[in-house]
């Protein structure tokens, strides 16, 4: 008999009760918000025991006014079931730079990029990953694009530059910053004169 996923989260709260945080249904799709300690045994357990042999993605979405501040999100998917699964953990306490959680790389090896993705453009780490570095920003970039404390367009540089954030090292006096501030306000700043409450990106060279 197929298992749907509406029967998954039931015997996933049976199974794990103290791992589950919260139970969403939403458009007749499941998703199941776990404890950040229980995600490698409710996996585990997905992929052995239910079947849920495909993960289709791994992202993560950014509250900052929120704590915990980041979900970390995994789309699960049972080609035997034809069955969809959404899990869910939430990382970030105040004043945490690089919150982490458990590599998933041991039960689905697929994980690797989309771990590195999310590490790269949020900054969240992923314990035990057998290859943890940036795989779409340069491995010199000191900030992660898509928190939404980011800068909105980096520095507007002229032909033929790239455009987007460059390396201080390169004509300090070319181009502007447009940077976010706290309350949704552009503010352009020449690189010589960086605002200190935003993410600056790579860090000037003395």
């Known amino acids: 008999m197929a298992i749907t996923a509406a029967a998954t989260v039931t015997l996933v709260k049976e199974k794990f009760p103290q791992a589950v945080v919260e139970i969403v ?3 007749a799709e499941q998703t199941i918000v776990l404890q950040a300690a229980s995600l490698i045994s ?8 239910l079947r849920y042999n495909f993960l289709s993605t791994v992202t993560a979405v950014d509250w ?21 699964l959404r899990l869910k953990v939430r990382v970030g306490e105040r004043g945490e730079d690089h919150p982490s959680v458990p590599s998933v790389t041991s039960i689905w090896p697929g994980a690797n990029w989309y771990e590195r993705e999310v590490y790269d453009l949020f900054g969240l780490e992923f314990a035990g990953h057998p290859d943890l570095r940036r795989i779409m920003m340069p491995p010199d970039w000191t900030t992660h694009p898509l928190r939404k404390d980011y800068p909105l367009a980096g520095f507007d540089l002229p032909e033929p530059h790239w455009g987007g954030q460059v390396p201080y090292d390169t004509d300090a006096g ?22 200190p409450n935003q993410e600056p990106g790579t860090p000037k060279k003395n």
Do not use: A, I
Not at 42 to 49: A, E, F, P
Not at 66 to 76: A, I, M, N
């Open 25 to 27: 249904e939403f458009r």
């Open 42 to 49: 409710v996996c585990t357990y997905l992929q052995k025991n």
């Open 64 to 84: 900052p006014e929120r704590t915990p501040r980041f979900d970390v999100v995994y789309q699960l998917l049972s080609l035997p079931n034809q069955s969809v």
């Open 174 to 195: 070319v181009g502007s910053q447009t940077l976010r501030s706290t309350d949704g306000r552009e503010l352009n700043d020449n690189r010589s004169s960086l605002n």
